[in-house]
């Protein structure tokens, strides 16, 4: 349900070529679209990870095919976005119940740290998605550097934000 291997393998590869062009003379736009490409596929593991857990949890319910259907179409499908108040709570709730969240978040300890991560990083990807490319080596540098996170940033950012969503998941297994 929550394969990390692959988006592990995606962010280090990312951050290798990264690493390789970083000193290159030219190539900003390079540059830019790993940092982007980044960012977009962690924001994509991350919404397929919302959706599996609510799918599977409705299959260990033993809902029918028509029903578990239903249900992505009317909830699931019109979630679009990763942060967690307003995405994978919101699925949470329509899935589990307002009161099996709120146990559920009572029960995990770094869920402030797990709810910042992911509304940060909705809003840089947001970001992301309605630019086009940043320019690494402009006159003034600190304005491109606070609006642009490497890939190692990304990678850091799941690396924090991974074992508390696992946690949540692990919670919702075993309902």
């Known amino acids: 349900m929550m394969d ?25 736009l390079q540059l830019s679209l790993y940092c982007k490409m980044a960012a977009l596929e962690l924001c ?25 259907e239903n249900f992505e179409k009317s909830y699931v499908r019109k979630v679009h976005g990763l942060s967690y108040s307003e995405h ?12 099996v969240v709120l146990d559920i978040e ?4 770094k869920l402030e740290a797990l709810i910042s991560n992911l509304d940060t990083l909705h809003k840089y990807r947001n970001c992301m998605a309605h630019r086009q490319y940043f320019d690494y080596r402009e006159k003034i540098p600190i304005k491109a550097q606070q609006q642009i996170i490497s890939p190692s940033g990304i990678k850091s950012i799941f690396e924090a934000i991974n074992p508390i969503l696992k946690e949540i998941v692990d919670k919702i297994d075993i309902l």
Request: glycine fraction near 6%; hydrophobic fraction near 35%.
């Open 4 to 28: 990390t291997q692959k988006i592990q393998a995606t962010l280090d590869s990312i951050g290798e070529w990264y690493d390789r062009d970083i000193t290159e003379p030219n190539f900003d």
């Open 44 to 68: 994509g593991w991350l919404e397929e990870v919302y959706d599996n857990v609510i799918i599977s949890f409705l299959h260990r319910k033993g809902l029918s095919e028509k029903e578990i």
């Open 88 to 99: 994978f709570r919101r699925l949470m709730i329509d899935t589990l119940g307002y009161t």
């Open 106 to 109: 009572s029960k995990t300890p």
